[in-house]
């Protein structure tokens, strides 16, 4: 169950940031964060909800990565 609420909010994470009006290095920085959420998710799922948890909260915010 954990699972799939953690694959579905990187699918809308991904489609979050593909739609974002940043530059390419910002996209290529976010995009990396989800990456590592990703392989997070292979040996620590819970831990791979908080860090996702976190990205999300950071998007909503309007907190993107230093270039």
Do not use: C, W
Request: proline share 4%; no cysteine.
């Amino acid at each position: 169950m954990l699972y799939a609420l953690v694959a579905e909010r990187l699918k809308q994470a991904h489609a979050r940031v593909h739609a974002l009006n940043v530059s390419t290095d910002a996209k290529t920085a976010l995009t990396r964060q989800l990456l590592i959420v990703t392989e997070t998710a292979k040996r620590d799922l819970p831990g791979a909800a908080r860090r996702l948890s976190r990205f999300v909260q950071d998007l909503d915010e309007g907190r993107m990565p230093p270039r």
